[in-house]
Nanobody
Framework: QVHLVESGGGSVQSGGSLRLSCAVSGYTASGYYMGWFRQAPGKEREGVAAIDSDGSAIYADSVKGRFTISKDNAKNTLYLQMNSLKPEDTAMYYC????????????????????WGKGTLVTISP
């Protein structure tokens, strides 16, 4: 059974940084496309960053230049380095994975993912 467990969330001031981690078990992370999603209160879940099956990183426009997604296949762990954080980045952040071959912006769609973690809360104060 596939398990995704996020960690690294917390509360920081605007302009600060956080690094989220997602530990993967039950399958080899290198065989899937994976991504980070977030959901703020009263808003829909949105894709933040993803690594597609070709290993390419894709980012939402709102985080380009500030967030970096990476994957350590040896550790079966997905990361999201978040810099220059803003109050509007406040949300529950979820790690997700999808089987098979997918590339590009498709990997930022929540419906493209088959497995989800329970989330880690990120709160950015002004």
């Amino acid at each position: 059974q596939v398990h995704l467990v996020e960690s690294g969330g917390g509360s920081v001031q605007s302009g600060g940084s956080l690094r989220l981690s997602c530990a993967v078990s039950g399958y080899t992370a290198s065989g899937y496309y994976m991504g980070w999603f977030r959901q703020a209160p009263g808003k829909e879940r949105e894709g933040v960053a993803a690594i597609d099956s070709d290993g390419s990183a894709i980012y939402a426009d709102s985080v380009k230049g500030r967030f970096t997604i990476s994957k350590d296949n040896a550790k079966n762990t997905l990361y999201l380095q978040m810099n220059s954080l803003k109050p509007e980045d406040t949300a529950m952040y979820y790690c997700a994975a999808g089987p098979g071959y997918r590339s590009g912006a498709y990997c930022l769609a929540a419906y493209a993912m088959g497995y989800w973690g329970k989330g880690t809360l990120v709160t950015i104060s002004p």
